[in-house]
């Protein structure tokens, strides 16, 4: 059972020089309470050279799929931005090459939702406006926040520059 904890760990989210997005370090898990997240957000901040900042929510639903909620900026007007998830959080390096591939735990093509058969990280395309604010939700079954399931805590999020 999920307890309701809105915003209590952030993921790491990152971005590549040829892609707009930003970084953050997640913080460490409390295991104390044994309480499994229901909720974590992606602070999105921009890597170096790009724009890109807002956040991405992820809620754990009764179900078991994952709600995805995004509210960007600084994203190219009018345009379609891919969203992924990708191996590691590391946030070290300034064009987010750190952050390796997409999630791809299953071996599995690219793909956009709701195809069952895609990458774990595979979220899909955000539409910029025309003043470059984005906001996207899309519902997915194939991650979790902390499960055995495609687990995504720790993992970064990804804004590209194109879908």
Not at 130 to 146: D, F, P, Q
């Amino acid at each position: 059972m999920f307890h309701r904890r809105p915003r209590t760990l952030a993921l790491a989210a990152l971005g590549f020089a040829l892609m707009l997005a930003g970084c953050s370090h997640a913080p460490e898990v409390n295991s104390s309470t044994g309480m499994l997240l229901d909720a974590m957000d992606a602070k999105i901040e921009p890597t170096q050279g790009n724009t890109c900042r807002g956040k991405v929510q992820f809620v754990a639903e009764k179900d078991g799929t994952v709600r995805v909620i995004a509210d960007l900026d600084g994203l190219t007007p009018n345009a379609e931005h891919a969203i992924h998830i990708h191996e590691v959080g590391d946030c070290s390096a300034p064009d987010g090459m750190s952050a390796k591939g997409h999630y791809n735990p299953e071996v599995k093509a690219h793909g956009l939702p709701p195809a069952e058969d895609r990458h774990a990280g595979d979220l899909g395309n955000v539409k910029a406006d025309g003043k470059g604010h984005a906001h996207y939700e899309v519902t997915v079954t194939n991650i979790s926040l902390t499960g055995t399931h495609n687990p995504i805590f720790g993992r970064a999020v990804i804004v590209h520059a194109k879908p």
